[in-house]
């Protein structure tokens, strides 16, 4: 058995529990709080398996690392706090652990990561003999191994266009959906996700990543942006009221551009709510999916819609990106030390899952 660590437990983070608690392969060591409210808690609690797992939260990381785990799940948000989550990553690291991740996008596309990324991680690892693992849904598998799966089904293919369409009042992050990605706000005012250049940087990776499977050289990226306001104020079950004359849905392009054309496409489409942009993609349901459009002979579309904790849709997502997560460490621990992406690791089937039940 694998001894794991889950390190965090806000939206990935119970996902993180599940998922370790149900691989056959994996031994749920400990869990890492950073809320001192948390300390304390048994894991089930705060993975909601309705059950204890007889593990009691921890804020100590010192000692949860010199036990030395086998893996570690690094389910803490990387978004609003990039620096400490590389410095947790690569302390977990050098403590000779395998790390899983969604929160270093500049690392999903580890071949060209930043070098302030890349290098401290490579370091750790030259140190401790860990490896480290940077993926997700969107940017992850909605953006890599789907696709280029899909591609391979084809004739001719013309352009790959990955969507995500959500609505994203049911993301429980109201600091990321009112202030990285602006809804609620004026239209004046520039969310940092949406500021020039910063789509490249977390998505570029993922245009870079399928062109290499592909075998095709990018002349750019380029991105698009569009932005629309409310035309009347909506109230929504997590986050409260967003007022009219605010920004109520954005719509942007990531392309990889060959040979001119646009032809490796990643396309966001997010509302706060299904009445802003009604003219704009709209998931099958309202509520959100994940769609791959590849444009050729013949015309391939598929839409994926993940359903967690009491049909939600933003829960669904992150609980297919643990499970592309938590379902690598087993290869990971048998391959050498290093820093992997996508294309090198691959998607596991799920040997020894097939009707196993959640809890021991």
């Known amino acids: 058995m694998i001894s794991t660590v889950v390190w965090g437990t806000g939206n990935v983070g119970r996902a993180a529990i599940r ?98 990324f890349r290098d401290p991680v490579l370091a750790a690892i030259a140190e401790g003999g860990g490896s480290l693992f940077a993926s997700g849904v969107d940017p992850g598998w909605g953006n890599d191994v789907l696709p280029l799966l899909m591609s391979g089904l084809g004739t001719v293919v013309d352009v ?30 520039e969310p940092l996700m949406l500021a020039p250049s910063v789509p490249t940087m977390v998505w570029g990776g993922q245009i870079r990543l399928m062109a290499r499977a592909l075998g095709v050289e990018l002349d750019e990226i380029r991105e698009t942006l569009h932005r629309r306001a409310l035309d009347a104020t909506v109230s929504t079950r997590t986050m409260g009221e967003f007022e009219a004359g605010t920004q109520g849905a954005v719509r942007f392009e990531v392309q990889g551009v060959v040979a001119g054309e646009p032809r490796i496409v990643i396309e966001h489409v997010t509302r706060i709510h299904p009445s802003c942009a009604p003219d704009w993609p709209a998931p099958p349901d309202g509520a959100g999916a994940h769609r791959v459009i590849i444009e050729g002979r013949p015309r391939i579309e598929i839409t994926v ?27 990971l621990v048998d391959a050498e030390p290093g820093l992997y992406d996508a294309l090198d690791v691959p998607l596991r089937p799920a040997v020894g899952r097939l009707g196993r039940k959640e809890s021991r």
């Open 305 to 331: 819609e993940a359903t967690d904790e009491g049909e939600n849709r933003a829960a669904g997502g992150n609980a297919t990106a643990v499970g592309r997560l938590v379902g690598a460490i087993d290869w």
């Open 160 to 189: 790959i266009r990955c969507q995500e369409i959500f609505d994203y009042s049911t993301y429980e992050q109201e600091e990321s959906v009112r202030h990285l990605v602006g809804m609620g706000r004026p239209m004046d005012y």
């Open 19 to 116: 998922a370790v608690e149900a691989h056959p392969a994996l031994d749920l060591a400990a869990v890492l709080v950073h809320n001192t409210d948390k300390v304390g808690r048994d894991a089930g609690d705060l993975g909601g398996l309705g059950l204890g797992l007889g593990i009691a939260a921890t804020d100590d990381i010192e000692a949860v690392l010199a036990d030395g785990p086998r893996a570690v799940v690094y389910a803490a948000s990387g978004d609003l706090r990039p620096d400490e989550a590389l410095a947790d990553v690569g302390r977990a690291i050098r403590a000779g652990a395998v790390v899983v991740t969604p929160a270093l996008y500049p690392l999903y596309d580890q071949r060209n990561a930043p070098p302030e």
